[in-house]
C-alpha cells in the first residue's frame, strides 16, 4: 500500500537547522508531488512547499524563502525537508504529502505521520 | 493570496444529527482544486472529499462536498461517534499559484 514514513522527533535550538526525511513506499516516488505541511501546537495547517521528484524542481511558500529547502534522493525514494535559523515559532509537526503531478487536480493524500520537531534552549 | 475562511470555528451536535461545515474563500477557486481533510487528535489529516465534491477512497457516503466560486460546503448526514474530529479545507491556485488551507472548524459532540 502507499505509504510515507517520517523521521523521528527532533530537539533543537534556536538558530540551528532541521532535516527531516520522508520514505516513500508503494508507488513511483519521481510520479508524484511531495508537499510538506507545518502544524503548530493547537493550530492550523501551514503550507511551506513542494518539490516534483523527478525534475527536482522546487516551490516554496514566501514565507519560508531563503530558510527551507527541500530535496529528494530517487535511489531510495525520500524526500528531504531542511529549516535553517530555527526559533521556538518552529516548534510544530511536520508532514509530508503526496501530490499528483500534471493532470490538472490537486489533493494531497496520503500524508505522512509526522515528525516533531521542538526548538528550545 | 486565496485565504480561506471556516465557519463555524466550533460545531456542536449530537450523533444522528447532520453537519453542515463552510468554507468561503476570498477570490475565486476552481473546483478541481477544492478539497476537505479530516483531523483526529494526534494524526495526520485523512483526505475525504477532493476537487469539491469527490468522495476519497474509502470514505462513507454520508460525506459530501458541493459548491462553487467562493463558497464551499462539507455535509456530513448523519453524525457517527467517529466523525467528531477537526475538518479543513484546502485550496491551490491564485497568481502566483499557491495552496493554503482554511483554520479549520471543530465538530464536537453535544
Known amino acids: 500500500q502507499v505509504q510515507l514514513v517520517q523521521s523521528g522527533a527532533e530537539l533543537k535550538k534556536p538558530g540551528a537547522s532541521v532535516k527531516v526525511s520522508c520514505r516513500a513506499s508503494g508507488y513511483t516516488f519521481t510520479g508524484y508531488y511531495m508537499h510538506w505541511v507545518r502544524q503548530a501546537p493547537g493550530q492550523g495547517l501551514e503550507w511551506m512547499g513542494q518539490i516534483n521528484p523527478n525534475s527536482g524542481e522546487t516551490k516554496y511558500a514566501q514565507k519560508f524563502q531563503g530558510r527551507v529547502t527541500l530535496t529528494r534522493d530517487t535511489s531510495i525514494s525520500t524526500a528531504h525537508m531542511e529549516l535553517t535559523r530555527l526559533t521556538s515559532d518552529d516548534t510544530a509537526v511536520y508532514y509530508c504529502?503526496?501530490?499528483?503531478?500534471?493532470?490538472?487536480?490537486?489533493?494531497?493524500?496520503?500524508w505522512g505521520q509526522g515528525t516533531l520537531v521542538t526548538v528550545s534552549s | 493570496e486565496t485565504v480561506l475562511t471556516q465557519s463555524p470555528g466550533t460545531l456542536s451536535l449530537s450523533p444522528g444529527e447532520g453537519a453542515t461545515l463552510s468554507c468561503r474563500a476570498s477570490q475565486s477557486v476552481s473546483n478541481s482544486y477544492l478539497n476537505w481533510y479530516q483531523q483526529k487528535p494526534g494524526q495526520p489529516p485523512r483526505l475525504l472529499i477532493y476537487?469539491?465534491?469527490s468522495r476519497a477512497t474509502g470514505i462513507p457516503d454520508r460525506f459530501s462536498g458541493s459548491g462553487s466560486g467562493t463558497d464551499f460546503t462539507l455535509t456530513i448526514s448523519r453524525l457517527e461517534p467517529e466523525d467528531f474530529a477537526l475538518y479543513y479545507c484546502h485550496q491551490y491556485g491564485g497568481s502566483p499559484p499557491k495552496h493554503s488551507f482554511g483554520q479549520g472548524t471543530k465538530l464536537e459532540i453535544k
Open positions: 476537487g469539491t465534491s
Open positions: 504529502a503526496r501530490d499528483r503531478i500534471g493532470d490538472g487536480l490537486s489533493w494531497f493524500d496520503p
